[in-house]
């Protein structure tokens, strides 16, 4: 029987992420936090009153055995003058299903049906959340996008409302072998999760080893300045009692071109691995080098993450 992998996330690192470990046999189980609200998804939640549904889209196009077509249509943007405009079909696709259905649940799982997916996508939750976040300037910002826009740095964040996780949700990490926070933005895709209610109880509940895939590049606001070791020292504040057991992180070269255009444009920096630091604590460090570069923009190598992922299942 394959081992139960839940992957807690949401965005770009998240699916990232899918994109190679569903080539292995693992039981793939993917939960997104739903609190984004800019852009398209914005729009769909004011309007339909559902969950955010843009991260839910990029995991299930990442998760998809299906033409590569499939994945261009989905992600399919428009660009018109009507009301359309800046909205995916993935996103319109999500929404009606959720009508129809009844429920953001329900409308994922039928379309998983015509996308052959491999693995399980579930929302964090069914309510529609409002991420709040606590600067460290004594300010309140309000709304996902707001708080990712307002370029000021992050002392903590919480919920406008208090969300529930649904029953779907907390059975996963229960039954899980290995629950994996996927890279990905800190404090607005990976720690919206652990502050839903009932997640940090149902994972203290499982038998589950804890693993981090850190970033390799800090985030204006989130992040900056953060080592490997402060990331983690984050999480495991927001955690119940069981911690992070193993982290894996990049210990490959970033060309000095490329780290100079992030920082120059994007206010981003390389995330140090700082060895000795981890060594001191009880997490256990999986390093390699997992820099690819796609069309300018780093990301991790996927197979080989997977693979490293992989084999320490098997130990």
Do not use: W
Not at 61 to 77: C, F, H
């Amino acid at each position: 029987m394959n081992q139960k992998v839940v992957i807690l996330g949401g965005g770009t690192g998240m699916s990232t992420l899918l994109k190679g470990l569903k080539y292995f046999p693992v039981d793939i189980t993917a939960i997104v936090s739903v609190c984004d609200d800019g852009k398209s998804t914005g729009r769909l939640r004011k309007e339909f009153d559902i969950v955010a549904v843009g991260d839910l889209r990029k995991v299930l196009v990442s998760l998809a055995e299906t033409e590569p077509l499939v994945e261009d249509v989905l992600n399919y943007r428009f660009q018109t003058t009507s009301d359309l405009d800046g909205h995916t079909v993935g996103n319109l696709l999500l929404t009606a299903m959720s009508n129809i259905t009844g429920n953001v649940s329900d409308g994922i799982e039928a379309l998983a049906k015509l996308l052959n997916l491999k693995g399980r996508v579930l929302p964090l939750t069914e309510e529609k959340v409002t991420l709040v976040g606590h600067m460290k300037d004594g300010t309140t910002v309000y709304g996902e996008h707001f708080i990712t826009e307002c370029n000021k740095e992050i002392e903590s964040v919480e919920y406008l409302e208090e969300p529930i996780a649904t029953k779907e949700v907390l059975e996963s990490i229960q039954e899980a072998d290995l629950v994996i926070l996927s890279m990905g933005s800190l404090y607005t895709s990976i720690i919206p999760n652990l502050i839903c209610k009932g997640i940090p109880e149902a994972i203290d509940q499982s038998k589950a080893k804890i693993m981090y895939i850190c970033n390799m590049m800090t985030q204006p606001g989130e992040t900056d300045h953060y080592t490997v070791n402060d990331h983690v020292k984050i999480l495991n504040e927001y955690l119940g009692k069981k911690k992070i057991n193993v982290v894996i992180a990049n210990d490959g070269p970033i060309s000095g071109e490329i780290k100079e255009r992030y920082s120059t444009l994007e206010q981003k920096d390389e995330v140090k691995l700082d060895i000795d630091q981890i060594k001191d604590t009880n997490v256990e460090l999986i390093h390699n080098d997992y820099v690819t570069v796609e069309n300018n923009m780093i990301r991790h190598n996927v197979n080989k993450l997977a693979l490293d992922i992989f084999a320490y299942l098997l130990r």
